[in-house]
């Protein structure tokens, strides 16, 4: 009894040493040098294009800066455990997503290395994480992160030349398969992405623009600024994805604050909220915000104004429930050619794919978020 | 007006450090309604700050200013500035006013102060303009007139508001000979015309000689001294202020007088039996 | 200058303002904009939609006045400030009656986002900035312009880091874009609640500078000298800074930092009319009102998203600064 013990922890004692061995050397080769890989790493590339040496098992992630990946890696792995750490804003929309029901470790996460917008990288080692997602043009970030011997992946917000939303996310899901060695569920999704992607382009392949609705990306609104989102932005591929007309598209690239007038000049026949602001549909329609005259805009009149789901995450940016924001957008600037029965969809959708029965309340509370979710 | 000064002092007090008084003894004196000062004394001595005083711009640390035997601090501003006309160095201005705005500013205490001058006030100004000969420039920039026809246009803003002091520091500095007569008999006809007085910071003996009526003396440590002109401006008093030695001049041709004092250092050495100009015989 | 010249520049902000009402991303033809400004007087024939209508009566012509009535306010400010200073390089900024206003709307647009307070706290702050001017360098007994200006100096920085701390703490998402895009000046959302909060305070600023425009003249020259005509040389340099703080507040409260009017205007304005403040005053409320709405008119219409006013007036202003400077060889007269 007391030998197997004592071999027992011997043996787990010296592979802790080991695995700490290992974890130097993978520290002293990701900061510069001739990298030389044990067995228990692996090298990836990120999406800046740099080598990255990380531990070929990965057990803990902290996500920055690229706000929607923390879910990713759940789409990905079907695991929420390995996320230690991410951005206040992400967790703030994990709070307020299915994810925090689904997978309530998810709350565990711990926020503190990001103060006042900004990365702390102590903060940041004493999590010390087996790897660190950070936004690809934050490179001071991570810069510093790995020259604190963080192994640090660089991701890109968005693929800006690709037509299609499930570009973005898509490449998301390729590198975290790589990075989590399991790429079954990464590419069981791209599979329905595309599945559902091709099954609305089918449709409205033909369409002319005529036949196609003017919709308008709300980023944000408040009394100070109507900020609008146009070209090169996630809010343009989804329209045209399925089957609507951006408006912003030749005068707006990103996002850009614009007046009221502009508004009237475009008038849209629907409007598209997104979580990144604590406007609902009933704001506009009730002109609630001094000063700004909503009711006269073709949206407003025809009560086609739409605030964007949250369900695994906000669904403006990519996430693991683009398929379903597909549809949901088909159905609202299409619907003499989509009827898709979304409390159906959903729930099938999560069902098959996340494993979890989504009750009917809370199928609401995913197509109709609360203005919580926008708060910092 | 009779303007008088009791036993007046100043020093520049920096809050708790007291620095010694920059006259050596109290200045007093009296200025009876008509009658001219010329205040005289080396650089340093004090004397623009003697200007300031006595009108009250600066505060005398002892003694005090008399306006008509009224103590100066309860004369009201607006009533004290329209008696007394104060008039600066000319200097170059910042912004370039015309002639006659510059000169109807002295009109500023009889205009309410929301209000703006009126026909009458420009009207006056023209008047003072005219008084000291320089009308035809009323048009012209402040800056593109010559330092000496700046000079009596300044003179002419304290005319308008009918002074019955003026009070000039050194106005006949910066100015050629001919400009220097100009202003000397424009203050001369003042006096006997309108009966107004002036004090007047001169460095120059034979304007004091011309225009006072009494002199004020004062040099760094030494006491001030007043009196009539020529009882004040003699050649061991010059001596002992300005601690040069001077001649007292005087010319006359045919029923004029001038006199003048200058300093014997800037005499030329001459070979005595070569004079020309000396009859032994 | 010839009283036809003078009319016409006065004329001037009027008609630009009937001319920017027919103008903006939205078509609104002209004879439209006609009948829907006369409607209001006689009956008028409704031929016009309510977007048409919504767009001139509560999307333009609030902006308009607004931009007529801060360009006039921060024109005059600047015009008395230089004046007071005997300077011609200073506006109205100098006491730090800017800087205290950003910070005190970017405080606002943290805390509570909301409209009311976020101009309030920028018009209470303003004035705190030359309250603490004040209490930095006004004491002497002249309270003698340099002083003013070392202390306004002070004070802007003060502020200014204030505003860098504001920004640091804010969210980068909404608040922090929200404060940034302030601070460099915009009419977008004007409203006529903005009109009716800023307007009465920036008319009461321009009518007490109105009022004091001749007795400026005598703040030009040195202190004693303008003592000695008479008048109260420290009560004088108060009222001056209360008109202009007052105008300079309110404009930063509705409409963000804009630099570069109080500056420039005064200065064309004295190539009109001389040098005499009575009438640089007045001359520089028409040009400044024409002027800002100009910039106005074109940050709201020549792209569609918003081009902040700050951009604007320091590209124009800045190069034709230094066209002045060549001209004039750096003489003022």
Same mark, same amino acid.
């Given at each position: 009894?007391?030998?197997?013990?004592?071999?027992?922890?011997?043996?787990?004692?010296?592979?802790?040493?080991?695995?700490?061995?290992?974890?130097?050397?993978?520290?002293?080769?990701?900061?510069?040098?001739?990298?030389?890989?044990?067995?228990?790493?692996?090298?990836?590339?990120?999406?800046?294009?740099?080598?990255?040496?990380?531990?070929?098992?990965?057990?803990?992630?902290?996500?920055?800066?690229?706000?929607?990946?923390?879910?990713?890696?759940?789409?990905?792995?079907?695991?929420?455990?390995?996320?230690?750490?991410?951005?206040?804003?992400?967790?703030?929309?994990?709070?307020?997503?299915?994810?925090?029901?689904?997978?309530?470790?998810?709350?565990?996460?711990?926020?503190?290395?990001?103060?006042?917008?900004?990365?702390?990288?102590?903060?940041?080692?004493?999590?010390?994480?087996?790897?660190?997602?950070?936004?690809?043009?934050?490179?001071?970030?991570?810069?510093?992160?790995?020259?604190?011997?963080?192994?640090?992946?660089?991701?890109?917000?968005?693929?800006?030349?690709?037509?299609?939303?499930?570009?973005?996310?898509?490449?998301?899901?390729?590198?975290?398969?790589?990075?989590?060695?399991?790429?079954?569920?990464?590419?069981?999704?791209?599979?329905?992405?595309?599945?559902?992607?091709?099954?609305?382009?089918?449709?409205?392949?033909?369409?002319?623009?005529?036949?196609?609705?003017?919709?308008?990306?709300?980023?944000?609104?408040?009394?100070?600024?109507?900020?609008?989102?146009?070209?090169?932005?996630?809010?343009?591929?989804? &329209?045209?994805?399925?089957?609507?007309?951006?408006?912003?598209?030749?005068?707006?690239?990103?996002?850009?604050?614009?007046?009221?007038?502009?508004?009237?000049?475009?008038?849209?026949?629907?409007?598209?909220?997104?979580?990144?602001?604590?406007?609902?549909?009933?704001?506009?329609?009730?002109?609630?915000?001094?000063?700004?005259?909503?009711?006269?805009?073709?949206?407003?009149?025809?009560?086609?104004?739409?605030?964007?789901?949250?369900?695994?995450?906000?669904?403006?940016?990519?996430?693991?429930?683009?398929?379903?924001?597909?549809?949901?957008?088909?159905?609202?600037?299409?619907?003499?050619?989509?009827?898709?029965?979304?409390? +159906?969809?959903?729930?099938?959708?999560?069902?098959?794919?996340?494993?979890?029965?989504?009750?009917?309340?809370?199928?609401?509370?995913?197509?109709?978020?609360?203005?919580?979710?926008?708060?910092? | 007006?009779?303007?008088?000064?009791?036993?007046?002092?100043?020093?520049?007090?920096?809050?708790?450090?007291?620095?010694?008084?920059?006259?050596?003894?109290?200045?007093?004196?009296?200025?009876?309604?008509?009658?001219?000062?010329?205040?005289?004394?080396?650089?340093?001595?004090?004397?623009?700050?003697?200007?300031?005083?006595?009108?009250?711009?600066?505060?005398?640390?002892?003694?005090?200013?008399?306006?008509?035997?009224?103590?100066?601090?309860?004369?009201?501003?607006?009533?004290?500035?329209?008696?007394?006309?104060?008039?600066?160095?000319?200097?170059?201005?910042?912004?370039?006013?015309?002639?006659?705005?510059?000169?109807?500013?002295?009109?500023?205490?009889?205009?309410?102060?929301?209000?703006?001058?009126?026909?009458?006030?420009?009207?006056?100004?023209?008047?003072?303009?005219?008084?000291?000969?320089?009308?035809?420039?009323?048009?012209?920039?402040?800056?593109?007139?010559?330092?000496?026809?700046?000079?009596?246009?300044?003179?002419?803003?304290?005319?308008?508001?009918?002074?019955?002091?003026?009070?000039?520091?050194?106005?006949?500095?910066?100015?050629?000979?001919?400009?220097?007569?100009?202003?000397?008999?424009?203050?001369?006809?003042?006096?006997?015309?309108?009966?107004?007085?002036?004090?007047?910071?001169?460095?120059?003996?034979?304007?004091?000689?011309?225009?006072?009526?009494?002199?004020?003396?004062?040099?760094?440590?030494?006491?001030?001294?007043?009196?009539?002109?020529?009882?004040?401006?003699?050649?061991?008093?010059?001596?002992?202020?300005?601690?040069?030695?001077?001649?007292?001049?005087?010319?006359?041709?045919?029923?004029?007088?001038?006199?003048?004092?200058?300093?014997?250092?800037?005499?030329?050495?001459?070979?005595?039996?070569?004079?020309?100009?000396?009859?032994?015989? | 200058?010839?009283?036809?010249?003078?009319?016409?520049?006065?004329?001037?902000?009027?008609?630009? +303002?009937?001319?920017?009402?027919?103008?903006?991303?939205?078509?609104?033809?002209?004879?439209?904009?006609?009948?829907?400004?006369?409607?209001?007087?006689?009956?008028?024939?409704?031929?016009?939609?309510?977007?048409?209508?919504?767009?001139?009566?509560?999307?333009?012509?609030?902006?308009?006045?607004?931009?007529?009535?801060?360009?006039?306010?921060?024109?005059?400010?600047?015009?008395?400030?230089?004046?007071?200073?005997?300077?011609?390089?200073?506006?109205?900024?100098?006491?730090?009656?800017?800087?205290?206003?950003?910070?005190?709307?970017?405080?606002?647009?943290?805390?509570?986002?909301?409209?009311?307070?976020?101009?309030?706290?920028?018009?209470?702050?303003?004035?705190?900035?030359?309250?603490?001017?004040?209490?930095?360098?006004?004491?002497?007994?002249?309270?003698?312009?340099?002083?003013?200006?070392?202390?306004?100096?002070?004070?802007?920085?003060?502020?200014?880091?204030?505003?860098?701390?504001?920004?640091?703490?804010?969210?980068?998402?909404?608040?922090?874009?929200?404060?940034?895009?302030?601070?460099?000046?915009?009419?977008?959302?004007?409203?006529?609640?903005?009109?009716?909060?800023?307007?009465?305070?920036?008319?009461?600023?321009?009518?007490?500078?109105?009022?004091?425009?001749?007795?400026?003249?005598?703040?030009? &020259?040195?202190?004693?000298?303008?003592?000695?005509?008479?008048?109260?040389?420290?009560?004088?340099?108060?009222?001056?800074?209360?008109?202009?703080?007052?105008?300079? +507040?309110?404009?930063?409260?509705?409409?963000?930092?804009?630099?570069?009017?109080?500056?420039?205007?005064?200065?064309? +304005?004295?190539?009109?009319?001389?040098?005499?403040?009575?009438?640089?005053?007045?001359?520089?409320?028409?040009?400044?009102?024409?002027?800002?709405?100009?910039?106005?008119?074109?940050?709201?219409?020549?792209?569609?998203?918003?081009?902040?006013?700050?951009?604007?007036?320091?590209?124009?202003?800045?190069?034709?600064?230094?066209?002045?400077?060549?001209?004039?060889?750096?003489?003022?007269?």
């Amino acid at each position: 009894m007391v030998g197997r013990k004592a071999i027992l922890t011997t043996l787990a004692l010296a592979s802790m040493a080991l695995a700490a061995c290992s974890d130097n050397e993978a520290t002293t080769s990701a900061s510069g040098g001739e990298v030389e890989t044990t067995a228990e790493e692996k090298i990836v590339i990120d999406q800046a294009g740099a080598e990255v040496t990380i531990p070929a098992e990965v057990n803990s992630i902290v996500s920055g800066g690229i706000l929607p990946y923390f879910h990713t890696w759940y789409v990905a792995t079907n695991s929420a455990k390995e996320i230690v750490g991410m951005h206040p804003n992400s967790y703030n929309a994990a709070e307020n997503s299915i994810l925090s029901k689904m997978a309530p470790e998810i709350l565990n996460a711990d926020t503190s290395f990001v103060q006042n917008g900004e990365m702390n990288v102590e903060e940041l080692m004493k999590i010390n994480p087996d790897v660190f997602f950070e936004i690809a043009t934050d490179e001071k970030s991570i810069e510093q992160a790995r020259a604190a011997g963080i192994n640090t992946v660089a991701i890109k917000a968005i693929d800006a030349a690709a037509a299609e939303p499930l570009a973005t996310f898509n490449s998301w899901l390729k590198l975290t398969g790589e990075i989590a060695s399991t790429t079954e569920r990464a590419d069981n999704f791209i599979e329905i992405g595309t599945d559902v992607q091709n099954e609305i382009y089918e449709k409205i392949d033909s369409l002319k623009a005529e036949e196609k609705p003017n919709a308008l990306m709300l980023y944000q609104l408040s009394e100070q600024a109507i900020t609008v989102g146009g070209k090169n932005f996630f809010g343009n591929q989804w &329209l045209n994805a399925t089957g609507a007309n951006d408006v912003a598209e030749n005068d707006v690239t990103g996002r850009k604050d614009v007046n009221m007038e502009q508004i009237y000049n475009w008038n849209p026949e629907i409007i598209y909220i997104t979580n990144f602001t604590e406007i609902q549909p009933e704001d506009l329609y009730n002109n609630t915000i001094p000063g700004q005259d909503w009711s006269e805009v073709e949206a407003v009149k025809n009560k086609q104004v739409y605030k964007i789901p949250l369900g695994i995450y906000r669904w403006f940016p990519p996430s693991g429930d683009a398929p379903l924001m597909l549809k949901w957008l088909a159905n609202n600037n299409q619907p003499e050619l989509f009827d898709y029965d979304m409390n +159906a969809e959903i729930k099938s959708y999560y069902q098959d794919f996340y494993g979890y029965d989504v009750t009917d309340e809370e199928v609401e509370k995913i197509l109709h978020p609360s203005s919580d979710a926008a708060k910092y | 007006m009779k303007i008088e000064v009791r036993e007046g002092n100043f020093c520049y007090a920096k809050k708790k450090e007291v620095k010694p008084f920059i006259y050596e003894s109290n200045i007093s004196f009296t200025l009876e309604p008509g009658k001219n000062m010329a205040i005289l004394g080396p650089n340093g001595a004090g004397k623009t700050t003697l200007l300031k005083c006595i009108t009250g711009l600066h505060d005398w640390r002892v003694g005090e200013t008399f306006i008509d035997d009224v103590p100066l601090q309860k004369v009201s501003q607006k009533e004290l500035w329209k008696k007394i006309g104060y008039v600066p160095q000319a200097h170059k201005m910042v912004f370039g006013f015309m002639i006659e705005d510059l000169v109807v500013m002295g009109r500023a205490p009889y205009i309410g102060s929301l209000s703006k001058p009126r026909k009458e006030d420009y009207e006056k100004a023209h008047e003072a303009l005219n008084e000291v000969g320089i009308v035809h420039l009323a048009k012209k920039s402040c800056n593109e007139v010559s330092g000496g026809e700046l000079q009596l246009a300044l003179i002419a803003r304290t005319l308008v508001s009918n002074p019955e002091i003026l009070i000039l520091d050194e106005p006949e500095s910066h100015l050629d000979v001919q400009k220097q007569v100009v202003i000397l008999e424009t203050l001369k006809r003042l006096s006997k015309e309108h009966n107004i007085s002036c004090i007047i910071n001169t460095h120059y003996p034979n304007h004091a000689f011309y225009l006072a009526d009494q002199v004020l003396m004062i040099a760094k440590e030494k006491k001030a001294v007043i009196g009539a002109v020529h009882e004040v401006m003699t050649e061991s008093r010059m001596k002992e202020y300005f601690n040069i030695e001077l001649r007292k001049l005087i010319f006359e041709e045919a029923d004029l007088l001038i006199e003048t004092m200058v300093p014997l250092a800037l005499a030329a050495k001459r070979n005595i039996s070569e004079c020309r100009f000396n009859n032994f015989e | 200058m010839k009283k036809w010249k003078s009319i016409l520049l006065w004329v001037l902000p009027l008609v630009l +303002a009937i001319a920017s009402l027919g103008i903006g991303r939205f078509e609104v033809d002209f004879v439209t904009v006609v009948k829907i400004l006369s409607s209001h007087i006689f009956p008028v024939e409704e031929t016009w939609t309510q977007m048409e209508y919504n767009v001139v009566m509560t999307v333009r012509l609030p902006r308009i006045i607004l931009a007529l009535l801060i360009g006039a306010g921060l024109s005059i400010s600047g015009a008395a400030f230089q004046g007071m200073f005997a300077n011609p390089l200073v506006s109205a900024d100098i006491l730090g009656v800017a800087a205290g206003a950003g910070f005190g709307a970017s405080i606002g647009i943290l805390l509570f986002g909301n409209g009311y307070v976020t101009q309030g706290f920028a018009l209470v702050f303003g004035l705190a900035a030359i309250v603490f001017t004040y209490m930095i360098g006004g004491s002497g007994r002249n309270m003698p312009i340099f002083m003013l200006v070392l202390a306004g100096v002070v004070t802007s920085a003060l502020f200014n880091a204030l505003i860098s701390l504001t920004k640091f703490v804010a969210d980068p998402e909404e608040k922090l874009p929200a404060i940034t895009y302030w601070l460099m000046g915009s009419l977008g959302t004007a409203s006529y609640r903005d009109l009716w909060t800023a307007g009465p305070i920036i008319l009461v600023g321009m009518f007490i500078l109105l009022a004091l425009r001749w007795r400026i003249n005598l703040l030009t &020259l040195p202190d004693d000298e303008a003592k000695s005509l008479g008048i109260n040389v420290v009560r004088m340099k108060w009222l001056v800074i209360a008109g202009a703080t007052l105008c300079t +507040a309110a404009a930063v409260a509705v409409a963000g930092i804009v630099g570069w009017v109080g500056l420039i205007i005064p200065h064309i +304005a004295r190539m009109f009319v001389g040098s005499n403040n009575e009438r640089v005053l007045p001359m520089s409320i028409a040009l400044g009102g024409a002027y800002l709405l100009i910039i106005d008119t074109l940050a709201r219409s020549v792209t569609a998203a918003e081009i902040p006013l700050s951009i604007l007036t320091a590209i124009v202003g800045a190069p034709f600064f230094a066209y002045l400077l060549r001209r004039t060889g750096g003489s003022w007269s």
